[in-house]
C-alpha cells in the first residue's frame, strides 16, 4: 500500500512542507508571501463573533480582515436535526441559530465563497475534501454514486463499498472516474484524505 505523508512547518512568516513517499521526499512546498490566503475551500478554527437571528446567520473570525459569513442551513447540528426530524409532518418549530451557536464559540469551518469587496467570505461548518475519485465528507453521514457511471448495478457496487469503508457519521462521494479502477486505488485516496 502506498504511503503519502505531508510534513508543515511554519516559522515566522515562511510556510515550508515536504510530501514523502516511501520514505524519500518528492515534492518540496514553500510559501514565504506572508499572506495568508483565505481561498475557497480552505479550512480554518473560527471564533463566533456575532448572531443574528433576525437572517439566522452569524459571524465568524477566521483571522481575515473581515469576518465570515455562516448561515444556519449550513451548521452540522441543523443537519443532523433535519436528518431526525421531518418538520412538516410533525409539526416541529425549526431550531434557530441561538440555540445551535453561542458567541465565542469555537467552530471548524469552510470558505465555500471568498470574500469580495465590503462582503466576508462564506462559510459552512459541513466541509468536504475533493480528491480524484472521491469527495470525502467527514460528518456527511451519506453515500453518493456519480450518477454518470455506466449501470445501476456498478453504482450499487460502489455505493456498497463506500458503506463498507467509512465509519460512524462519515461519507463521500465517489466520482465517475472511480468506475474504471480497482477498489484499492480509492481505499488508498480515501485513506490520504484521513479516514481509514
Do not use: C
Not at 412538516?88 to 471548524?108: F, M, Y
Not at 469580495?116 to 466541509?127: F, P
Amino acid at each position: 500500500m502506498d504511503v503519502r505523508k505531508v510534513y508543515l512547518n511554519m516559522v515566522a512568516e515562511q510556510k515550508r512542507g515536504a510530501v514523502v513517499e516511501e520514505e524519500k521526499v518528492v515534492e518540496w512546498l514553500f510559501d514565504e508571501s506572508g499572506n495568508q490566503q483565505f481561498q475557497s475551500g480552505n479550512i480554518y478554527l473560527g471564533k463566533v463573533m456575532d448572531i443574528i437571528p433576525g437572517m439566522e446567520a452569524a459571524f465568524v473570525h477566521i483571522g481575515a480582515d473581515k469576518n465570515g459569513f455562516l448561515y444556519r442551513d449550513e451548521l452540522l447540528e441543523y443537519q443532523r436535526y433535519k436528518d431526525t426530524v421531518s418538520l412538516e409532518e410533525n409539526n416541529t418549530q425549526v431550531p434557530s441559530i441561538n440555540r445551535l451557536l453561542t458567541k465565542g464559540q469555537a467552530i471548524l469551518v469552510q470558505i465555500t465563497k471568498e470574500s469580495v469587496g465590503t462582503k466576508g467570505a462564506r462559510l459552512t461548518e459541513i466541509s468536504s475534501l475533493p480528491g480524484k475519485f472521491i469527495i470525502y465528507i467527514p460528518k456527511g453521514n451519506y453515500v453518493a454514486v456519480s450518477k454518470k457511471m455506466s449501470t445501476e448495478s456498478v453504482r450499487e457496487k460502489w455505493r456498497k463499498f463506500g458503506k463498507e469503508w467509512l465509519r460512524e457519521k462519515e461519507g463521500m462521494i465517489i466520482r465517475t472516474a472511480a468506475e474504471k479502477v480497482d477498489e484499492s486505488v480509492v481505499v488508498n485516496e480515501l485513506n490520504a484524505s484521513g479516514t481509514i
